[in-house]
């Protein structure tokens, strides 16, 4: 019999945490689905363990990645994965025990709905950092389609293990790729590039784990400069940016100009720079001005794009375009 949502997890060497991830699971009200738990070479014991469950619980699959990476295991999981709906779950994360459900009847209600997430919590030893805090606070913030596809060239927007999807749409557009890239950032850009439409439930649905070990913070895919080269490659290809407005990048700093000649690369026309600087201001950087704001905002049909990462300098930028009466998404973009 077809399940409902199949639950991906990949997992290596979880843990403790694993009892409390596999506890969620299977706590669900929502009892039509299945568990794919894919081992990807694990030296602690999760092997046994699950495959114990599973000796208990037939919903549970045990498959083998053979160490072949976390991208290889995910495709794995959409390969065999029987339900027409996969939800995402990492081996030391906690799921509520109403998410899959109201995912679930989310995408039922919304057939146009490609992929919903929900709200998140933090879980560390000692609590979120500030940086971290910030980080989920913006997140949580995005919730709309809108607000997912306007936001995105900042950050992701999405928790990975917080997120379910329809399998078929996942599949059509090639599934997970590998390459010197964070593979979940990937798709949601690859998706909205696509055209699929995304959203997330306001219900905080996941508690999401952050310690040394977290890919992010150890694997070389998710440092700065993989994901400057993903937004770029992206963000050059928005139509947005090619409705033959001038183009006009808010920063003109040295790192911003790093960031900005990864976009530029591709072909793209700067018109100008901005900075608050008064050494700057006035000066020519790779042919083009660098202007105030007050003169930037001045350009008639410009598309602004906000370059400057700097806490506080974001929202102080978006409320100078907002007070201009320049639409997020329509008149222009915060980049991280």
């Known amino acids: 019999m077809t399940p409902a949502v199949s639950v991906v997890m990949p997992f290596r060497d979880p843990g403790p945490h694993l009892g409390p991830a596999l506890a969620s699971i299977l706590a669900q009200g929502e009892r039509d689905f299945e568990l794919l738990a894919i081992d990807d070479g694990s030296t602690d014991g999760s092997r046994a363990r699950l495959a114990r469950a599973a000796d208990r619980d037939r919903r549970i699959r045990l498959l083998d990645n053979r160490g072949r990476g976390l991208v290889a295991a995910l495709n794995l999981g959409l390969a065999r994965a029987r339900a027409p709906l996969v939800a995402r779950m990492d081996a030391d994360d ?3 025990p109403e998410r899959l459900a109201a995912q679930r009847a989310f995408l039922r209600a919304h057939p146009e709905c490609d992929l919903v997430a929900c709200r ?18 913006w997140q949580n913030a995005c919730l709309t389609h ?15 293990p917080s997120v379910m999807f329809r399998r078929q749409r996942v599949l059509a557009l090639g599934g997970y790729r590998a390459g010197d890239f964070p593979e979940d950032y990937e798709l949601w850009l690859r998706m909205l590039s696509a055209g699929c439409r995304l959203a997330k439930l306001p219900q905080v649905l996941l508690d999401w784990r952050d310690h040394p070990r977290r890919a992010s913070r150890c694997d070389p895919r998710y440092r700065r400069e993989a994901f400057d080269a993903l937004r770029a490659t992206h963000l050059a290809a928005d139509p947005r940016l090619h409705q033959g407005r001038p183009l006009v990048v808010w920063g003109a700093g040295p790192r911003t100009r790093r960031r900005a000649r990864r976009l530029l690369a591709h072909g793209l026309a700067l018109h100008a720079w901005v900075d608050v600087a008064p050494r700057r201001i006035g000066r020519w950087l790779a042919g083009v001005p660098v202007l105030s704001p007050d003169q930037a905002l001045g350009i008639r049909g410009a598309f602004m794009l906000g370059y400057v990462t700097r806490h506080g300098a974001r929202e102080a930028i978006a409320a100078r375009f907002h007070a201009a009466g320049l639409a997020r998404g329509r008149d222009y973009l915060m980049v991280g």
């Open 120 to 137: 998140v919590r933090g879980l560390a030893d000692g609590g979120p950092g500030p940086g971290w805090r910030r980080y989920l606070a």
């Open 94 to 96: 906690v799921m509520a």
């Open 146 to 160: 809108a607000d997912l596809r306007d936001e995105a060239y900042w950050e992701s927007p999405l928790a990975h």
